[in-house]
């Protein structure tokens, strides 16, 4: 049996985690794992936990690509090992380094673009 994970954070052993502030930032230089498939998720959420074995947190999204051949469902989803950090200029600062577009803030449940 296969289960269904959805976007969002969440702890090692598989729980949802719902910070209500912080920044959570991609401890990977760019995106870690990702699949087309909904089929090889368990497989992906295993293999971030197996690369970052200090990570205490997963974060998972979906990212729209368009449709293409070897893509017909037209997006990624991505995991990516994350810390969640309550300052934001250290979030930022770690996020350039690890070459993120991105970080999420979890006080508005918004993503907050990595300007270069």
Do not use: C
């Not at 289960?3 to 502030?21: F, S, V, W």
């Not at 930032?25 to 497989?43: Q, R």
């Not at 074995?53 to 990516?80: C, H, Q, R």
């Amino acid at each position: 049996m296969v289960r269904q994970i959805l976007d969002g954070t969440y702890y090692r052993n598989g729980m949802t985690a719902t910070p209500t502030h912080g920044y959570a930032v991609g401890l990977e230089k760019g995106d870690a794992f990702a699949t087309h498939s909904e089929k090889h998720t368990l497989f992906m959420f295993l293999a971030v936990l197996e690369k970052y074995p200090t990570a205490n947190y997963v974060g998972v999204w979906t990212e729209k690509l368009g449709m293409s051949e070897n893509n017909p469902n037209g997006s990624k989803i991505v995991f990516d090992p994350i810390a969640i950090y309550s300052n934001i200029e250290v979030a930022l600062r770690v996020a350039r380094r690890n070459n993120q577009k991105a970080i999420w803030d979890f006080s508005t449940g918004s993503e907050i673009p990595i300007l270069r």
